[in-house]
């Protein structure tokens, strides 16, 4: 499997944040997407998933340009976290995993990222660590090849962030790809996107 992207242009409210953007991402490969903010790492994971469209260029999974088939094979971390307040850890895994037809184990899920103990307490008690927990909880349960994450390790304490980036080493032995939109190195050897302001 490859990401390969060529000559992308973004724009966001009518202000470029990139033009002639290109690179290639392999099978078993993590880049990351680094520069200040507001210089477009989040718009281009936004439209790598099929979130956004480009003004120019193309995005390919593979063979697969199309947004909406290119998105049936990537899991998205974004800073929102998807968790119903009033539903638990394991309600939340529960419904994704039958939204996406996956056959999966959520009791495994949520005891990898450190959630089986307060897997029946409802989301609005949980902690934005613990939120960002379950969301990578969702990743490993969805099993998707291309993992786009935006600031993965934000929010989580010294044992989390450990944890993050041993799924994130887990996932690309495994062969999958991951792109992520960081301040702060990821932990896991891998290749560099600089992204730059344009003048």
């Not at 690179?23 to 200040?36: D, I, M």
């Not at 390790?153 to 887990?170: F, K």
């Not at 062969?175 to 990821?186: K, N, Q």
Request: net charge neutral; charged share 20%; hydrophobic share 50%.
């Amino acid at each position: 499997m490859n990401l390969t992207v060529e000559n992308l242009m973004g724009i966001r409210g009518q202000r470029v944040l990139f033009r002639g953007l290109s690179f290639r991402v392999s099978a078993g490969t993590v880049l990351s997407l680094e520069g200040p903010n507001g210089v477009g790492k989040t718009s281009l994971l936004r439209m790598i998933a099929g979130f956004l469209a480009p003004a120019t260029g193309t995005i390919a999974l593979d063979d697969v340009s199309d947004a909406e088939e290119r998105g049936k094979r990537i899991g998205w971390l974004g800073h929102q976290d998807a968790a119903k307040p009033q539903l638990t850890p394991h309600e939340v895994l529960t419904f994704f995993a039958r939204l996406y037809g996956a056959d999966a184990d959520v009791e495994a899920a949520l005891a990898r990222v450190g959630l089986a103990k307060i897997a029946a307490l409802p989301c609005q008690y949980l902690s934005a660590g613990q939120k960002k927990r379950l969301a990578l909880a969702r990743l490993v349960l969805l099993a998707r090849p291309l993992w786009l994450l935006d600031e993965p390790l934000s929010s989580l304490d010294a044992d989390g962030r450990a944890g993050a980036v041993e799924l994130i080493a887990a996932h690309i032995a495994q062969g999958g790809i991951v792109v992520a939109a960081t301040h702060e190195p990821l932990g896991v050897a891998g290749e560099r996107l600089t992204l730059s302001a344009l003048a």
